[in-house]
Each structure stands twice: as structure tokens, then as C-alpha cells.
């Protein structure tokens, strides 16, 4: 079964960049739809990106992030990044990726995946 490892959440000041990756065991990640997802504290889970299988790369941003934030694909590393710039206090939250092979969706909606990573923190503050 696929297993989802993040990392490179932390704590930046505001306007500051973060890379967080997604690094994966028991598969190839080039198989599946990949997505980034965040929850704040009291807030719904957002769907803020995705990239569709490699083959097709379709790529998706949420109104939130689109022109801050850079999804990307390293195949021979089995990682998916999410390059975060310009940062705000409303990125604030639990970053977690996630992955599905039953389709060749790009999707913002966390139903359509299968597995998850176990997420990373990030904290925008001064």
C-alpha cells in the first residue's frame, strides 16, 4: 500500500517561501493523481492543489494560492513538491498530500483520494 510522507513545514515570517515535499514508499508516484491539502484550526479542509497523473499533468490552484504557490513532480526522487511563496497568516494551517490511482482526476475534494500523508505544520507569522 502506498505510503505518504510531507516535510518542510515550519514557521516564516510573511511574505517568506516554504517548499514542502511528499515523498512516497510502496509505489510510484507517476501512477497517481496527486493533491495538497490544508485544514486550519475551527476551518473546513481546502483543496489547494493538484497534479493529474504524469502522462496527462493537468494542474490545478485554488483561488487562495494560484500565482503563490507551485505544484511539481520529481520522478526519480518518487516526490511531489508544493513551492509556497509570498506567504500569508491565512496559510497558516496542517499541510497534508495526498493520492489516487482510480482515476486521472485533479481534484480539490479530499473524497477522491486514497491515501494520505500524516501531514506538516506550517506556521506564517512575524
Known amino acids: 500500500q502506498l505510503q505518504l510522507v510531507e516535510s518542510g513545514g515550519g514557521l516564516v515570517q510573511p511574505g517568506g517561501s516554504l517548499r514542502l515535499s511528499c515523498a512516497a514508499s510502496?509505489?510510484?508516484?507517476?501512477?497517481?493523481?496527486i493533491g495538497w491539502f490544508r485544514q486550519a484550526p475551527g476551518k473546513e479542509r481546502e483543496g489547494v492543489s493538484c497534479?493529474?497523473?504524469?502522462?496527462?499533468?493537468?494542474?490545478y490552484y485554488s483561488d487562495s494560492v494560484k500565482g503563490r504557490f507551485t505544484i511539481s513532480r520529481d520522478n526519480a526522487k518518487n516526490t511531489v513538491y508544493l513551492q509556497m511563496n509570498s506567504l500569508k497568516p491565512e496559510d497558516t494551517a496542517v499541510y497534508y498530500c495526498?493520492?489516487?490511482?482510480?482515476?486521472?482526476?485533479?481534484?480539490?475534494?479530499?473524497?477522491?483520494?486514497?491515501?494520505w500523508g500524516q501531514g506538516t505544520q506550517v506556521t506564517v507569522s512575524s
Open positions: 510502496r509505489g510510484r508516484l507517476n501512477y497517481y493523481a
Open positions: 497534479v493529474s497523473r504524469s502522462a496527462d499533468g493537468r494542474i
Open positions: 495526498a493520492a489516487t490511482d482510480r482515476n486521472n482526476l485533479c481534484s480539490d475534494q479530499g473524497y477522491n483520494y486514497d491515501y
